[in-house]
């Protein structure tokens, strides 16, 4: 569902600054609005994996290693 709501951003986010009058303020716009938001929204999807394996890594050793 979430993969819909990124698609729609992005085509938005692009569109909007391919209509900017110049090149450079075009530039800017994308890397603002399309290149800094997806790379830390990547990152924070990694992160949260991340913790979630570990969790349940942890869980798994403490379950005599069955998962939950």
């Known amino acids: 569902m979430w993969h819909i709501v990124v698609m729609g951003y992005l085509f938005v986010a692009v569109l909007f600054s391919a209509a900017q009058p110049s090149l450079a303020r075009a530039l800017i716009y994308f890397v603002f609005w399309v290149v800094l938001p997806m790379v830390l929204t990547a990152v924070i ?9 570990m969790k349940q890594q942890e869980a798994a050793e403490g379950n005599g290693g069955m998962q939950p």
Do not use: F, S
């Open 45 to 53: 999807v990694r992160i949260r994996r991340r913790n979630r394996l």
